[in-house]
């Protein structure tokens, strides 16, 4: 446990530096961690750490690890493809902030699920920036579009946008995919759209975190730079067809 908690220090560090270096105050960069295959336990230490923003990707984890992290108060994103019929189950395990809206009929559903429980849900928009076929996201020609039609659903509060980068060792192709998120944020900004906020960027991960930061993101996802390599590859997680 105390190596998660070095690691936590060490990326924190990391993201430290990163937003001195572009000029930022390192207070505007928040850690999410990425927790899938992760248990609970471990996240637990890793919240007691002083990092409670965790998020999953699959509904059936999120159900299995709930209970036990009752233990300890934490502020729960959903980053994961989401399927309209798994919506209930999402909000009876708390999530606050789904960070994965990509489509219309998705946010219609949750809407609906949301007016019949009174309550109300933080989402982003995710955007596919890397051009990928298999990721999912809206598409970046899009997002304006599903942004403006999604804040006319009142039990869905809008805080920004949400992007996974190219998986590459070319830092300038990653770059491109944050620098787009970027310019989308800034469009959307300017069209000052009624119940929009636009100031979170969630983009970066263990791999390309600084590069992230020097085009503006507000929250890092981390996962494997604290809790270790995963056992499945995260063509499970993010693709279609699984
Ligand atoms: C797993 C995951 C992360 C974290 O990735 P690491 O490379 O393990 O840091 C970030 N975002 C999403 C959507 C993920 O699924």
């Known amino acids: 446990m105390n ?5 936590i220090a060490a990326i924190r560090q990391r993201i430290d530096k990163a ?5 930022r105050d390192p207070k505007e960069v928040k850690l999410l961690l990425a927790t899938k295959t992760v248990a609970p336990d471990r996240i ?3 919240i007691r750490a002083g990092y409670p923003l965790i998020a999953e990707n699959k509904v059936q984890e999120l159900k299995e690890k709930y209970e036990a992290l009752q233990e ?6 959903f980053i994961g493809h989401l399927q309209s019929n798994k919506i209930k189950e999402i909000l009876r395990c708390d999530v606050r902030c789904v960070q994965s809206l990509d489509r219309l009929s998705l946010a219609q559903k949750l809407q609906q699920r949301l007016e019949f429980e009174d309550k109300h849900i933080d989402a982003f928009i995710q955007v596919n920036t ?14 304006l579009t599903l942004t403006r039609e999604v804040a006319k659903l009142d039990r869905i509060h809008i805080k920004g946008l ?14 491109r995919c944050f620098k ?3 310019n989308i944020q800034q469009e959307i900004i300017a069209e000052n759209i ?11 991960m263990s791999g390309d975190l600084e590069t992230a930061i020097e085009e503006g993101s507000t929250i890092v996802r981390v996962g494997t730079a604290i809790f270790g390599q995963r056992q499945y590859p995260d063509s499970y997680y993010w693709h279609e067809g699984r």
């Open 194 to 204: 009624p119940g929009v906020e636009m100031k979170e960027l969630s983009m970066g």
């Open 3 to 7: 190596e998660i908690v070095e690691n």
């Open 44 to 46: 637990l230490a890793a």
């Open 162 to 175: 949400m992007t996974i980068g190219l998986f590459s060792a070319e830092t300038e192709k990653v770059r």
């Open 130 to 143: 890397s051009g990928e076929e298999s990721k999912f996201g809206a598409k970046p020609e899009d997002a």
């Open 180 to 182: 787009l998120l970027k």
């Open 72 to 77: 300890e108060p934490h502020d729960n994103h």
């Open 19 to 23: 937003c001195r270096s572009a000029g």
